[in-house]
Structures are given as C-alpha cells and as structure tokens.
C-alpha cells in the first residue's frame, strides 16, 4: 500500500495528542509516550515460485505512566482522542495498582539526541509488490545461469522484506522529544540440488534497495549447492575453521546478553570474576579483536536514542581485546555511580540494564573470504548456522548446526563437500582462538562482522541434514 | 471509526461454563483414544459478528472479488495482552497493549496475496483488498502451479475459549501479590539470589469471512506462567526454570498451579544444581519426564509432519523435513514402535491450538499423524490437500491454517501434537523402577535440532541418574544427543493414562516474515534405550 512516512512533525503532533490525553483523565508525575510507525512489505518464493506475499500498515503508541515509583504501560494502535484517553486512562489506573519499584526512575527531559538521515532510503519504501516480484525473478534467473546442467532442476526458495518508517520516536512530560526514521531491505536464498544432496545459501540486504545485486545473490546460492552435492562425513573433533560473515553474525549475536554491567556485577554472567567483580580491564580475546556500538558508523545507521530516549554514542565492549565496557541502565548506572550508556526496553528498565542498541559491529581486517582459505592449511569452510541455543551462561556455550555450504579446505584450495556437523562451541572461546580475520561486512541491520579463520572449533556430531 | 466495541467483561461473565473445563489436563477423559471422533465444537456462543464488522467484512470480499478473486478471505482481529513481570522484590514491568486490525486475502489466477491495515474503516478494507488483488497479480509472473483450494463447507457460529474466570478481569494487585509471594517464599532458600516470575495473558478476538460464504467470530483465551529461580555459589551461578505450561485456559488453571505455595520447593532445585555431579559421558537409558519430552515430540515429530515444510516451502528458513515425499513416507515409514500412537488435533480442552474453526474456516479435526509406529498423513491446510490426497484418501483440510495476528497472513501451522499414552497404567516411578542405569530429565533446558530434524540435542532443568531400579543423585551438564528416526524406535516403554501431562508453547517459530504459532503437546513419560549423554560444561 503506498506509505507516506509520518513526518517529525506529524509524529511530534500525535505524541502531544497523547501526553494532552493523559493530562486530561488524570496527574500522574510523569507520562513517556512511544510511537512506532510504518510499513512492511514481503515476498516468500520456494520451487521458483511466489507462494505468499503481502504487506501490512500500523502505528501504535504505548502510553507509560509513573505516580511516583508505580508505573504501568498501555499501547494501542487506535489514534482517534478518546481511544487515547482510554489507553491513558488504562495505563495509569494499572500504575496506581502497581507495588513501588524501589529501582523506578522519572523519565527525561530534553535530550541533545542526533538524527540520522541516512538511514532512511526512499527507494526502499517504494519497493511495490511488482518490483519485488520483478527481484526475485532476477534471483531465479540468476540461480538458473549459474547452476549449468541443474539449472532448470534446481529448488530455489528464498525472502524479500523491506521494512520503513518511523522506527521510534519517545515523547515525555518533561518535554524530552526524539523521532528516528529508518528503511531496511534484506534479500535470502536458499538453492538445492535435484537428488536432495546439495544446497547453498546466500543473503543480502542494505538501508537502500540500490545496493542489492538479486542476480548474484542467485548466482552465488546456486553455486554453492551444485558444489556441495554428494558430500563426504569426516569424522567429529577440533577444526580449523574459516568462517563466512554470515557465520560469525550467528554466533557474535550471543554475545550481547553477557555485556550487561548489572549481570557481571550481580555474579551472573561469563564477566564476573570469582569473588566479586567484574573483568572489565582484563584481556579476553585475541588483540585483534575490537568489538563496538555505534549507531552514526556509515555500516550501522542505528537509531541514536533509546526507547526511553536516551541518547546512544559510541561504546567500545572489547577494545583490542580488553573487556571496556559494559551496558549500563540508568538505574545501574546510578547506583554505580557511572554514565548509562542506553538501551533500555520500551517498557521501562529490566534489571539487567537493556540490549546493545545502535547495533554492532566487529572490526576487520583487509582480506577476502578466498584469501582466509587460501591460508588455510586444512580446514572446514562454513556459509552459516541453524539452531543455535545456549548450553551454559557462564561460558556463553551454544549448540547449532553447519548449514548450506560446508566444504574441506586442503592446501588452501576447497576440495571437497562435506556433510553438516553439530558443534558445541563458545563465541567467547572462538575470539581468543582466531588465526585470521577478513574484512567486515554487514551480514543484517545493526550487525556488521568480518570472515574468521578460528583453530580447534568443536564439532561435537555429525548430523544427516542438508 | 464505526466499528463498536464489544464489553469483553460482561460476556465473559455470562459465558456458560462447558462441562469438563476446569480439571486438571491429566484426566482421562481429555485423553481422546486412537481413532476417536472428534468431539463437537458447538459450544458456548458468545454474541455474534457486529452489524458492522460484518458489512466492513462483506465490502473487503466484494471489492477483492470485483478485482479478480476467485476466493477471498477477511480477517479482523482485536488482540488484547497483558504482560506482568517481577523480580525478587519488585515489580519490573506491567503493560497491557491492544491491538486492533484487519487483513485480507485474496488469490488471483491460483497466486496469493495479503494485505493488511489498522484503519478499520471502509476506506481501509477496500484499499486492503486491492491491495491484496494487486500482490497477487504480481506474483503470477513467477507462477508454475496454480493453487487449488480443497472444499470448504460454508459455516457460520461464533464459539470461546471455555473458562471459569477470565483472566483478564483479575485485578492487577492480585496478579502481582501472587508473584511477588512466589518470589518471597524462594528467596527464603539459602543461596537464592535471584527470582523472576511473570504472566503472559491474551485475549484474541478472531472474526473471518470468506468468499465461500463462511462468517465465523471466535474469542481465545491464552495464559502463560513463567518462574526461575537463580542461586549463587563459590564463582558458579545455576538458575532453574521451573516447567509452567502455557494453556488455552482461565485464571482457574493459574491459581490451580499455585506458584507461592511450590516455590520454595522449585527454588531449592536450583540451590541443589550447585553441588550435583557434573554427569560422565557414554550411554544411557533415557527416561524423559512429560515435562521434557513434550519439546521433544514438537522438534522432531511436530515440525517434520508439516506438509509444506516436507515439500521445501520453508528450505530458506525453518529447513525441510526427512519425512519426505509424501508417497515415500505415507504408511512407510517406520517412526516408532508398535505401541507408538501419535494424535493431532485442535480439539483437546485447556490445549492452547483449540478452536472451532481456523483461519479459513475449516472446522477443527482430531486425526493420526503416527499410527501403530507407522508414519500415517501430515498436516494440512485448504491448498495442500491435493498435494496428497491421492496416498491418504483424505479430501478435507486437517484445519491446521492460523495466522498469529490480523496483520500476518495465514499459512500452516502445528496443532497440537501429542503421544498417546499405552495400554498399561505405568507411571515414571514404574519407569525408573525397571531402569537399571539410566539418566531421568525434568522440565526443558536447552534444545536444538537440524534443518531437516534428524540431529537433535535437548537437556533439561534438572536431571537425575538411576542405578538398579533408583534415583541415584542429581547430576547437571548433562544433555542427550540422537538421531530422530533411532531416538523413536529405540523406545521402549511408555506411561498410561494416569500419566498424561499437556505441556506448550506461545512461541512456536515458523514462516517469512517470522510467526509465532501457540501449540500444546500432550504426551506420557517414557524410556528410550542406549542413549548417547553428553556434558554440555565448562569441562565438555
């Protein structure tokens, strides 16, 4: 359907309706007002067809009321004056039923809150239904010229989605107002082979729909499943791995739970030290390992503030290798007497002090996925996972499977296929074990990591999955 | 805006109570027996469509129709939730959020197409309706097989989630002192630091008309508990997640779990997963309590039988299925034993799949997915049923379409699937008697399972080992590791009817974009021999 992004000020005059509707049914001693607002528009297609495709529109505003430290939320996506009045009336009469939160904070007045632009592309929120039909065929197409033979057998299926609109703005009572408008376009396939032994999987995606290339997204799946039929089972044990970008994403999105000051502080995360402590200051990876937030770096374009609107800079979690520094709430960081660096849920606060907001990024270093092999004596080359899951929180231990591209890597050049291994393996064990790193690359919105080369990667089973 | 709002807590106050809601899941009677009919879903009627929403329903069909549809469908949904969470001693969120839209589908020349859109408005469901015409034009370029739709009977009725209380009506203060009091009685175990508890409520409002002439509304009622205890040692934190299963159910089955009355005793495991052995590696007889093995039926029984799944439409994303083709597998392939009998259905009462109708107004059905061990039919929706019908005989759709809100579209998803229990009445005690070396595991930990659902490894919150025929110790780090078709057919005993428990999900994932499906599983507790055990800690 065709959008019209809500402007700042349209924005700014349903957040005043909302605040204007809480002063009306009530005095509560603050009021924060969330709106999210868009659109969202996909195409599924699986055997070289299009089989569901749709779009959707909504905006809905969460009214968050405190009277003192009791406080409640009421979200609605009716915008008309008396659906607000009832969804403020609502939250506020949950407030006043709610114990004291001993932790409650008031909300925040005016914010020096930057804008990032360039996270909204136009081109991206005109992506209409026949475009991206127009897109995935380019994907069949080019699946079909890369595939030789197989070309006309080949099972490809894959996703288009693109997201815009106004990904959050935050209103307050104190007169805080922020807004944040952003696009994104990601593109998936995924290629198998006629005799159900080979499959390959490849993804792109971009604020602006400008920058994906759907034929060679095609190309590079169909090439990877063709390679990868009739694979051999080496036996389950300690690898040397090369890693695509697309890999390490899987297993450094993990992480961001174990950056919470409160947890390590509390005793409860791999970054508590026995005793009492934290490891912030220790060495706990590779010293080429720098691991950041940002949301103005041109790779990430994340939203500048948080859901409570806080403003989000710049923090460095691993600098060179040395844990830097840990997520802060505001009501950690008060109590600890340190800058709280954001992130907390729209809701208010959780205890442990809120996600990596502004996105992630990994630092890299200058060489190709084909260069890291080329470097590898002998090795498993892996395209992603699937099913990844915590083992243990104290080690940050998961488990998941190799998925739709594994190959042996003998001498620098890739061999051979190989069948799907399960592995049992800690993101934090990985970064103190890389032999290399390639360059960095987005991999999806707000996470941007390099290709790895990592010694003695646990692959605990071999799994008959393709 | 014209469409009226109906007064939620009025109705529920007069819904008739149906006989049997309110017992525990375990009951014989919830447990259908293979082959059993379906039960009637003609049950307590709540008021019908609005004048209103039916005339915005009947424009949203008629302007899809005069853009081409050959079928259309209309959905509008109100979603009603209500989030609660505590830690320790306090109150960390409380938020209720409504939500209220419509979506509608449509399919053009055999392509589909959706579109959806909060103005519920005649505006709205016309531009909705092109909308979704106009995506299913586009999608013809890349068209190789035209859907075909199975026959659908023309229903009208309106039907509710049977409960005694709505929780939805409980006041705010005792949802929270009920928390807040299970927190205090775990924080009174030496060692426990840390607790959280919470409540997940909904209250979905469901009205789908069709082109067929179906007009059905229905009101579902889902209620999710959640408690975890954490205890802090000498440079070791363990927490334990005790196993709450969500329910289609009222605030009766909450209260009837008594959170402040058990947490202490839920609490303690936690205390004890400090000191227990780190278990050793190597085979064992595995003893899987409900509480566990219900996951484990949804990843590797649930999941594969999932006809689109075994026919690639989710190879980009949830993987595909070894339960594939339809005529290799269809009354072939060897799942399990002989005793082996596994149920779908979206009729067991308190199951969070129950309804009368789903998303395209295919009354709900009871039938076999295993049969005697033997893999027997999949699940399936209107468009899927030609795929097969030829191996099962069956013409009509299982009624296994659901979309999770008004704004997603529908598509199949899981009904409930559920072991059902053997003919001897054995419970895990019995099981455990008969062991001679063997791990039992409590309640879910972690689970990961392959893009095709062969290698799966699951752990659990708690487990014990059993030496000669008894509970020799708690043991932790431990999971079991094994291979779908070996797991089941190395099965050797299993529960009676006594021992029957329904456990559940709000969040079972599947599709592009990404829904979450609510699914219970019904199952028994069983042994499954020679079992590879692995340690999953720091030492492993």
């Known amino acids: 359907m065709p959008i019209k992004l ?24 603050d009021v924060r007002v ?24 909504d905006t809905t505003v969460a009214i968050t009321s405190s009277f003192g430290r009791r406080t409640a939320a009421a979200t609605t996506n009716l915008l008309d004056d008396a659906s607000l009045r009832r969804t403020a009336e609502l939250s506020q009469r949950l407030a006043k039923l709610s114990p004291e939160d001993p932790e409650a904070l008031p909300t925040l007045g005016a914010q020096p809150v930057g804008t990032i632009a360039s996270a909204y592309a136009e081109r991206t929120a005109d992506l209409t239904p026949e475009a991206r039909a127009l897109a995935v065929q380019r994907v069949l197409d080019g699946a079909r010229s890369a595939a030789g033979d197989l070309g006309n057998d080949l099972f490809v299926a894959g996703y288009l989605e693109a997201n815009a609109g106004v990904a959050q703005a935050v209103a307050t009572s104190r007169g805080l107002f922020a807004y944040h408008a952003s696009s994104d376009v990601t593109l998936s396939t995924t290629a198998r082979t006629p005799d159900g032994t080979g499959s390959g999987y490849a993804v792109a995606g971009a604020r602006d729909w400008s920058l994906v290339d759907p034929a060679e997204l095609g190309r590079r799946a169909a090439r990877k499943a063709v390679a990868s039929r009739n694979p051999q089972a080496i036996e389950p044990g300690q690898y040397t791995v090369v890693l695509e970008p697309q890999a390490v994403a899987d297993l450094i999105s993990q992480l961001p739970g174990s950056f919470q000051a409160r947890a390590a502080e509390e005793g409860r995360s791999p970054f508590s030290k026995k005793g009492g402590g934290t490891k912030v200051g220790e060495r706990i990876a590779d010293p080429r390992v720098t691991l950041f937030s940002d949301p103005t770096d041109p790779d990430l ?54 996600g990596i907001a502004g996105g992630l990024k990994m630092a890299g270093g200058s060489k190709s996925v084909d260069e890291l092999i080329a470097g590898t004596e002998r090795g498993v080359l892996v395209t992603h996972f699937f099913y990844i899951r915590f083992l243990d929180q104290r080690t940050v231990m998961v488990t998941g499977l190799t998925r739709d591209g594994t190959f042996l890597i003998e001498k620098g050049k890739v061999t051979r296929p190989l069948k799907n291994f399960r592995f049992n393996e800690s993101p934090l064990f990985m970064l103190n074990k890389i032999d290399d790193l390639g360059r960095a690359e987005r991999v999806r919105a707000g996470m941007v990591v390099p290709s790895l080369r990592v010694r003695d990667f646990n692959f605990s089973s071999l799994s008959d999955a393709v | 805006m014209s469409s009226s709002r109906r007064d939620f807590l009025k109705t529920a106050s007069a819904a008739v109570a149906l006989a049997g ?23 307590p009627q709540s008021s019908p469509a609005d004048a209103s929403v039916r005339d915005l329903a009947m424009e949203a069909l008629n302007v899809a129709k005069d853009a081409g549809a050959s ?32 979506g509608v589908r449509t399919l053009v020349n055999g392509a589909w197409g959706f579109a959806a859109t909060n103005e519920v408005t005649r505006e709205g469901v016309q531009m909705a309706a092109r909308e979704a015409a106009r995506i299913s034009r586009a999608a013809r370029a890349a ?78 009622v889902r209620v999710g508990p959640q408690f975890t205890a954490t205890a802090i040692g000498d440079g070791d934190f363990q927490a334990y997640t005790h196993e709450l299963a969500p329910r289609g159910s009222g605030w009766e089955y909450l209260a009837g779990l008594d959170m402040p009355g058990n947490a202490e005793r839920w609490a303690s495991l936690a205390a004890e997963k400090l000191s227990a052995r780190s278990v050793e590696v190597g085979r064992y007889d595995l003893i899987l309590d409900p509480t566990n093995l219900w996951l484990t039926i949804h990843e590797s029984i649930g999941h594969p039988t999932e006809l689109d799944r075994a026919m690639g439409y989710e190879a980009n994303y949830a993987g595909t299925s070894f339960v594939a083709p339809p005529e290799k597998t269809i009354g072939k392939l060897r799942y399990g034993p002989e005793f082996m009998n596994v149920q779908a259905d979206r009729t067991q009462p308190e199951s969070l799949a129950r309804v009368a109708w789903d998303d395209e107004g295919v009354p709900a059905d009871t039938w076999l997915l295993i049969e005697r061990g033997l893999f027997k039919d999949y699940q399936t929706t209107r468009d899927q049923v030609s ?66 659902r062969y290698n799966f490894q699951f752990s659990g919150q708690v487990s014990y080992e059993v030496r000669d025929g008894r509970i020799a110790g708690m043991v932790k780090d431990a999971a079991y590791q094994s291979r779908t078709p070996d797991f089941w057919n190395s099965m050797d005993m299993i529960g009676g009817r006594s021992s029957y428990w329904l456990g559940g999900s709000f969040g079972d994932g599947k599709g592009e974009p990404a829904q979450s499906n609510s699914v219970s599983h019904g199952c028994v507790p069983a042994r499954f021999r020679n079992v590879n055990i692995i340690n999953t800690g720091r030492q492993g």
């Open chain 1, 6 to 29: 809500l402007s700042r000020d349209e924005v700014k005059s349903l957040t005043d309706r909302a605040l204007a509707a809480s002063a009306a049914v009530g005095q509560p001693d």
């Open chain 1, 34 to 57: 969330n709106v999210q607002s868009g659109w969202t528009g996909n195409t599924r297609f699986a055997g070289g067809e299009i089989t569901t495709a749709g779009g959707s529109t």
């Open chain 1, 301 to 354: 374009l994340g939203q500048p503030f948080d859901a409570e609107g806080l403003p989000i800079g710049r923090t460095v979690l691993i600098d060179n290798g040395v844990l830097k520094d840990l997520v802060y709430s505001r009501y950690w960081a008060q109590r600890r007497g340190v800058a709280p660096t954001g992130g907390a849920s729209t809701y208010g606060g959780f205890g442990g002090g809120g």
């Open chain 2, 21 to 43: 809601c309110g017992r525990a899941a375990s009951t014989l009677d919830t447990v259908p027996s293979p082959q059993q009919a379906a039960p009637s879903p003609g049950l």
């Open chain 2, 71 to 102: 079928y259309a469908d209309v959905r509008f949904g109100r979603y009603r939730r209500q989030s609660i969470n505590t830690r320790e001693r306090q109150v960390t969120n409380v938020s209720d959020t409504e939500s209220y839209g419509v």
């Open chain 2, 143 to 220: 068209q190789k097989r035209p859907v075909v739709l199975a026959a659908a009977s023309a229903v009208t009725g309106s039907w509710r989630t049977p409960v005694q209380r709505d929780p939805m009506d409980v006041p705010i203060e005792e949802k929270v002192a009920m928390l807040l009091s299970a927190n205090e009685a775990a924080l009174r175990v030496p060692k426990i630091r840390f607790v959280s508890s919470g409540l997940q409520l909904l209250r979905e409002e469901k009205t789908l008309a069709t082109t067929d002439g179906t007009l059905v509304t229905q009101t579902f």
């Open chain 2, 387 to 452: 795929w097969i019908s030829g191996l099962t005989g069956v013409q009509r759709s299982h009624g296994c379409s659901f979309a999770q809100s008004w704004s997603d579209v529908q598509f199949q998803r899981m009904p409930n699937v559920s072991l059902l229990p053997g003919e001897r009445e054995l419970s895990l005690d019995d099981i455990v008697a008969d062991t001679k070396r063997g791990i039992v595991f409590k309640n879910r930990g972690s689970w990961s399972i392959d893009q095709q």
